[in-house]
């Protein structure tokens, strides 16, 4: 995990493989938080004014991530501290890297298995043949990358068995993690 200095005024960066509920649990977060909140595939989708999968599918995955990086600049640059969910592979790229550098992150994880029986291929372009294997390949190969930009990790399996509904009770636990690092519940107001 990162070591770096509390989280006070620190924008709050939910990473991890997709299907974890990063966008779900971030908005609900950022409820909790008192922090506005922003997605990267959704500000991705806005700027280019399409989809991820058409993007990939007309551009690539390397122009993509080029994007992608532009976007999280953006994010990150912006003077009020944000809660924001970032995209799965948002890691891989060491820019990226540099700029999760100077937010508090909260890798949301769970096992390749558990993630298979949640994701939708249909809007996910790198699941598109073999969900489990894929997924698993990619833990394998981001993990020591969210380990890296970490300040905190959160199994969220746990979560889904509980009385709670989990990406709920995922929030509130992320929130006292939060505050316990000293971050700024009020958004800096």
Known sequence: MADRPGATGRHIVLVGLMGVGKSTVGRRLAKEVQRPFADL?????????????????????????????EVLADLIGR????????????????????????????????????????????????LADDPQTTLARLLAERTPLYEQVADVAVDIEQFHGGDEKPKRALARHIARLVTEAGASVDGGR
């Open 41 to 69: 595939d959704e500000q991705i989708e806005l700027r280019e004014g399409m989809t991820i999968p058409t993007i990939f599918r007309a551009h690539g995955e390397a122009w993509f991530r080029q994007v992608e990086t």
């Open 79 to 126: 003077q009020a501290p944000l809660v924001v969910a970032a995209g799965g592979g948002a890691v891989t790229g060491a820019g990226n890297r540099e700029l999760l550098a100077r937010a508090y992150v909260v890798w949301l994880r769970a096992s390749a298995e558990f993630l298979a029986g949640r994701t939708d291929p249909t809007h996910r372009p790198l």
